[in-house]
């Protein structure tokens, strides 16, 4: 149980540093389509149908889904619980639209404050496949702070021109703390997302919680671009290096990790060590390969204060 455990710790950190890199791919991505949700489509796209091709030579991964299925049928998962794709899409979208134009390090910072937070409430709830976890001194102390790094990465970004071209134009001429509030938004639906998730692969296993979440969130994708298609249109063209279309891949590779990760050690714990992940692996790529947003001071002091917060929210699992 121990070895387990140690081995979800190591996941939870890759899981981070797949979330930064494919935060930095599809931000490119939103830049060079001019379309934060275009490239959302494309990545949650892609990974979709890397899955269905998987399951259409796999039957194993079929015997999956033919589980996850049979458990909805008897009632042994509700339906909302398929539903972690919307979230998954929500953050997608954002990773798309704001990247660029705050930089990595401040978007991860946003979303790991979402993430604590909600990871407190899930956890208390008994949402994840792990039972209830009770929230603790140390717990609530440690989202309390990764909240003030929030703020402090907001403060940086306070007043900022907002020059990208995948942020909507609504959305580039209104208050610059909003491109902070979205990652945070999206933060706090990852942690539910991650419980379902959970969920679904301890039936199906974690493929099928995949395919299930980039089902449903490629089908929410396509609903909102279609919308955005009526006033602006489809990209007419599209970059040709490969490395920006890889953001569907990484995703399908953490997707299915979380699924199983999250079952031997919880979501705050989950959402904590991919914290970890996902401030080094986003400060390494601010440093050298900067956004137009660049690597603010606040940032950094924010991205140091969430690391104190995931140590003090640590301690009760001493």
Do not use: H, K
Not at 210 to 238: D, H, K, Q, R, Y
């Amino acid at each position: 149980m121990v070895a387990r455990a140690e081995v979800g710790l190591a996941f939870g950190f890759c899981i981070g540093a797949g979330v930064a890199v494919q935060g930095r791919i599809n931000g490119a991505l939103g830049v060079r389509l001019e379309d934060g949700i275009a490239a959302a489509c494309i990545s949650f796209g892609l990974g979709l149908v890397v899955l269905v091709i998987a399951f259409a030579i796999s039957r194993r991964l079929r015997d999956g889904l033919v589980r996850v299925r049979q458990a909805v049928a008897c009632g042994e998962l509700r339906p909302v619980q398929l539903f972690g794709g919307l979230c998954g899409a929500f953050f997608v979208a954002c990773q798309g639209l704001t990247v660029a134009a705050i930089g990595v390090t401040a978007f991860t910072v946003a979303t790991v404050g979402g993430q604590l937070l909600s990871s407190l409430v899930v956890d208390r709830l008994g949402l994840a496949p792990n039972g209830r976890t009770p929230v603790t001194v140390s717990r609530v102390g440690g989202a309390a702070l990764a909240m003030v790094a929030v703020g402090l990465a907001a403060a940086g970004r306070s007043g900022a021109p907002v020059g990208s071209a995948a942020v909507p134009e609504w959305l580039r001429t209104g208050p610059t703390a909003v491109l902070i509030l979205l990652p945070a938004l999206a933060g706090i639906g990852l942690a539910w997302q991650q419980a379902v998730n959970g969920r679904v692969g301890a039936v199906g296993g974690p493929f099928s919680a995949t395919l299930v979440n980039f089902g449903i969130g490629t089908a929410a994708l396509f609903a909102i671009e279609a919308g955005v298609l009526v006033g602006t249109g489809w990209p007419t063209e599209f970059p040709s290096e490969p490395w920006l279309y890889l953001g569907g891949l990484i995703g399908v590779a953490f997707i299915a990790l979380a699924a199983i990760t999250v079952r031997w050690i919880g979501v705050l714990l989950l959402g904590l060590t991919s914290v970890a992940g996902q401030l080094l692996a986003s400060i390494t790529l601010d440093l050298l390969t900067p956004t137009g947003a660049g690597l603010s001071s606040t940032a950094v002091i924010g991205c140091a204060l969430t690391f104190v917060a995931v140590v003090v929210a640590t301690r009760s699992r001493a």
